[in-house]
């Protein structure tokens, strides 16, 4: 049966912690060579495009990337011609979309894996390399706390799926409007989650491992941009917030960040940030989901 990652609880909880276990192997099998991964992109990316093309390469693959211009889902052709004429060439199918509806079309569509390289409602491969980024400075997962401080948005999503599914708390300090809905509350305690939900973002750091953020504004709300530093106001992830975390925790973003908003320069630049870490983990994760997805270690 193929498989494909649309969102972390397309895993089990032991199916996620092989990924990991993967994502960590030094030498990892070239299970793609001579093969190739087709990357659409409706959206650009720094992190996602390098990340994805790196780890192709590394297992022997060759990466094409492609842009929505040249693709042209439901313009050109349909999604689900896309999806067949594409599994046609690769071996695995990415997708960085505007809508989670086109990668589940891809994915319905495809007899090769497809993997989520965004959509409006997740980010799943960002959630493993923030597991990895965890897993490695703290040497496990369970029984860690994360706090998450801001819009509970894609990134939030993943990230509080996977956490539940690796045995983490997850704390979420969003102003009105913004936590969490119930549907999403739901699915996080369903896979076992430990999820406290407050407008208070000291609240939600106090004691806990790991301080996360993201941008106010993501990529397609540049219009209200001023009203969500309004919005936002004192939700800044700043020395006094991070004073309340733990004596060694630490301090994660999914980048790009805006210093002054949702994090301070100082904390951003500061040890306890593993900000460089948990982006080149970006690469180790993708290695680790495309060796699962083909059939390595199950």
Known sequence: MTRHFLEVDDLDAAELALVL???????????????????????????????????????GGHPVYLQEHEVGMDTRETVEDVARTLAGYHAVIGARVNRHLTVERLAAASSVPVVNLLSDEAHPCQALADLLTIRSRFGG?????VAYVGDANNVFRSLAIGCALAGAAVRVASPPGHAPDDADADRVRSRGGDLTVTSRPEEAVEGADVVYTDVWTSMGQEAEAEARRRTFEGFT????????????????????????????????????????EQAANRMHAMRGILLFLLGVGR
């Open 237 to 276: 992830v700043d020395a006094t917030l991070m004073g309340r975390a733990s004596a060694d925790a630490v301090f994660l973003h999914c980048l790009p960040a805006h210093r002054g908003e949702e994090v301070a320069g100082g904390v951003l630049e500061s040890p306890a940030s593993l900000v460089w």
């Open 21 to 59: 276990d993967l994502a960590d192997r030094p030498a990892p099998d070239p299970v793609l060579t001579g093969r190739g991964m087709a990357m659409i992109f409706e959206k650009p990316s720094n992190r996602t495009r390098n990340s994805t093309e790196m780890a192709v390469v590394q297992l």
């Open 141 to 145: 997962l369970a029984g860690r706390t």
